[in-house]
T-cell receptor, first 112, second 114 residues
Framework: KNEVEQSPQNLTAQEGEFITINCSYSVGISALHWLQQHPGGGIVSLFMLSSGKKKHGRLIATINIQEKHSSLHITASHPRDSAVYICAAPRGGGGGADGLTFGKGTHLIIQP | DVKVTQSSRYLVKRTGEKVFLECVQDMDHENMFWYRQDPGLGLRLIYFSYDVKMKEKGDIPEGYSVSREKKERFSLILESASTNQTSMYLC?????????????FGEGSWLTVV
């Protein structure tokens, strides 16, 4: 079963700072997910990536499949980016048809 | 706009009650999942389903069962609720490739068992 580790668990930064959240997993996979959860519970998918880098607005996700490591970056952070960011990998590795294993999340607070 | 809808947002139930949590998706997804989320433990998979009438145990199935009689609906059942089942429950759905496709979550159901 895949094990997913995220760091840091908590991160407080000033508006405008560059943010990096790291994720590592134990079993080879075909794709990794980055998710965002705002207070109140709803979770939205930010990225699903299998290689290289993806960019959406100020968010950038990278993955190194060989090293089993991924990072989520936020450029020019803003208070509205405050949320819990969660990475997730297939439970059994590979394509993950049997669901995902989640990291414990990074609680990000961006102060004005 | 794609949608996963969980029927109850907040519930308070008594120990020993039978509890039904309902989830409906409008995307014709084959795969549906039930997770619970607890502070410090993250999201953990309870049960999942590949197709109608199919179900598979996840990592923490004890004390739960599921039902999938129609493709769009996946129900989580607590046969006899206990206080350690107080948690937030999240339903999700995706296309058949599982992690190879975007996963969509419901808004969550906060269950308190007293």
């Amino acid at each position: 079963k895949n094990e997913v580790e995220q760091s840091p668990q908590n991160l407080t930064a000033q508006e405008g700072e560059f943010i990096t959240i790291n994720c590592s997993y134990s079993v080879g996979i075909s794709a990794l997910h980055w998710l965002q959860q705002h207070p109140g519970g709803g979770i939205v998918s930010l990225f699903m990536l299998s290689s290289g880098k993806k960019k959406h607005g100020r968010l950038i996700a990278t993955i190194n499949i060989q090293e089993k490591h991924s990072s989520l970056h936020i450029t020019a952070s803003h208070p509205r980016d405050s949320a819990v960011y969660i990475c997730a990998a297939p439970r059994g590795g590979g394509g993950g048809a049997d669901g995902l294993t989640f990291g414990k999340g990074t609680h990000l607070i961006i102060q004005p | 706009d794609v949608k996963v809808t969980q029927s109850s947002r907040y519930l308070v139930k008594r120990t020993g009650e039978k509890v039904f949590l309902e989830c409906v998706q409008d995307m014709d997804h084959e795969n549906m999942f039930w997770y619970r989320q607890d502070p410090g433990l993250g999201l953990r998979l309870i049960y999942f389903s590949y197709d109608v009438k199919m179900k598979e145990k996840g990592d923490i199935p004890e004390g739960y069962s599921v039902s999938r009689e129609k493709k769009e609906r996946f129900s989580l059942i607590l046969e006899s609720a206990s206080t350690n089942q107080t948690s937030m429950y999240l339903c999700a759905s995706s296309l058949p490739q599982g992690a190879g496709n975007t996963i969509y979550f419901g808004e969550g159901s906060w269950l308190t068992v007293v």
